[in-house]
């Protein structure tokens, strides 16, 4: 079974700054997928980033990138030049890469404040 | 494109009344699955299915049944609802092909009394 570990309950961060959210996990496999997912109040789940296992180069969307570290397990999600928007929950995730759909693994996730 | 859809968004149910939570998506996608968020958790797998005609069961999936009723819908019921069962429902789906991001709807808050 895959485990996947936020150890920050709660972070803050001032508007413009840059945060970094932890994120590591348990697994076997070598071939999979690893997810950023965000939850603002409005309780939708919204894809930040995604990375494939396979893939050295880490994955940058606008002003959300990833450190992916596969030998140490380790997946942590940076936020720049941080919004008021930004705020809200931040869940990591594991996927199984299949053709049959496996299904997500989340951890308990990162409640995120920015401030102005 | 409406994406994944779930009715209702609010339920309220006492103990022991039964329920059907709908979920339908229109991006031709082949798996559905249902999760359940609870207060300081992340979202845990209730039950899903790889393809239409195929269900599975998840993490959590007492007291739980689904059904896959075509291509398109995936619904999750609840025959005797308890107050455990007191949760927001999220159902999600994936091509399962080129891209295994999974897509989800706006949730269902459900409290049994």
């Known amino acids: 079974a895959q485990t996947v570990t936020q150890s920050q309950p709660e972070m803050s961060v001032q508007e413009a700054e840059t945060v970094t959210l932890s994120c590591t996990y348990d697994?076997?496999?070598?071939?999979?997928?690893l997810f950023w997912y965000k939850q603002p109040p409005s309780r939708q789940m919204i894809l930040v980033i995604r990375q494939e296992a396979y893939k050295q180069q880490n994955a940058t969307e606008n002003r959300f990138s990833v450190n992916f570290q596969k030998a140490a397990k380790s997946f942590s999600l940076k936020i720049s030049d941080s919004q008021l928007g930004d705020t809200a929950m931040y869940f990591c995730a594991f996927m199984k890469a299949s053709n049959s759909g496996y299904a997500l693994n989340f951890g308990k996730g990162t409640s995120l404040l920015v401030t102005p | 494109n409406a994406g994944v859809t779930q009715t209702p968004k609010f339920q309220v149910l006492k103990t022991g009344q039964s329920m059907t939570l709908q979920c339908a998506q229109d991006?031709?996608?082949?798996?559905m699955y249902w999760y359940r968020q609870d207060p300081g958790m992340g979202l845990r797998l209730i039950y899903y299915?790889?393809?239409?005609?195929?269900?599975d069961k998840g993490e959590v999936p007492n007291g739980y049944n689904v059904s896959r009723l075509n291509k398109r819908e995936f619904s999750l019921r609840l025959e005797s609802a308890a107050p455990s069962q007191t949760s927001v429902y999220f159902c999600?789906?994936?091509?399962?092909?080129?891209?295994?991001?999974?897509?989800f709807g706006p949730g269902t808050r459900l409290t049994v009394l």
């Open positions: 999600a789906s994936t091509w399962s092909g080129r891209t295994d991001t999974q897509y």
């Open positions: 299915s790889a393809s239409e005609g195929t269900t």
């Open positions: 991006m031709n996608h082949n798996s």
């Open positions: 697994t076997s496999e070598n071939n999979y997928y």
